[in-house]
T-cell receptor, first 113, second 119 residues
């Protein structure tokens, strides 16, 4: 059974600081997603990573994937308050006849002024 | 990405009753997915619904408790049956868009969710 582990689960940081969220998974996969969820809201797609070495960046967020290490990172640069949310990584694997998405537990990010 | 309309957005229900959640997509999709997000937790896949066939349920979820309909390629319903307070969660539907090269974000799109409270 695929296990997806995120750390840290809780992250409190000051504005302007940098930090990285890690996502480890236990089974070979080449499809990994990062999502953001604001309180009481649904999931917003941030990035999809499809190959080893893939790097995607948008604004203050950058995601990367190392399929050999089964590791993805979400790096936050110069954090601002608006980035406060819960961030999920999710790994897609082919099971039977379909892809199946398995989520990490999420990282609750709080950016303090 | 796909636009998904999910309703109701929230409901408060009495234990022992049932609630049907609807999910409408703006274009045809092969598979639709139903997830549960318990308070403060991550998302767990309940079942995958293909049009014209029985839904495929994940371990820990059964059809009698969570019957799913998929009458066409743009619509699905999830019923939470004989509810108890433990069923209080957010329920989300999701669809997948095939990836295309160069895109920053795509893949699975989620509905706005149904926040269910069972009292």
């Amino acid at each position: 059974e695929l296990k997806v582990e995120q750390n840290p689960l809780f992250l409190s940081m000051q504005e302007g600081k940098n930090y990285t969220i890690y996502c480890n998974y236990s089974t070979t996969s080449d499809r990994l997603y990062w999502y953001r969820q604001d309180p009481g809201k649904s999931l917003e797609s941030l990035f999809v990573l499809l190959s080893n070495g893939a790097v995607k960046q948008e604004g203050r967020l950058m995601a990367s994937l190392d399929t050999k290490a089964r590791l993805s990172t979400l790096h936050i640069t110069a954090a601002v308050h608006d980035l406060s949310a819960t961030y999920f990584c999710a790994v897609d694997i082919f099971v039977g006849s379909n892809y199946k998405l398995t989520f990490g537990k999420g990282t609750l990010l709080t950016v303090n002024p | 990405s796909a636009v998904i309309s999910q309703k109701p957005s929230r409901d408060i229900c009495q234990r022992g009753t049932s609630l049907t959640i609807q999910c409408q997509v703006d274009s045809q999709v092969t598979m639709m997915f139903w997830y549960r997000q318990q308070p403060g937790q991550s998302l767990t896949l309940i079942a995958t619904a293909n049009q014209g066939s029985e839904a495929t349920y994940e371990s820990g979820f059964v059809i009698d408790k969570f019957p799913i309909s998929r009458p066409n390629l743009t619509f699905s319903t999830l019923t939470v049956s004989n509810m108890s307070p433990e069923d209080s969660s957010i329920y989300l539907c999701s669809v997948e868009r095939p990836p295309f090269a160069g895109a920053v974000r795509y893949g699975y799109t989620f509905g706005s969710g149904t926040r269910l409270t069972v009292v």
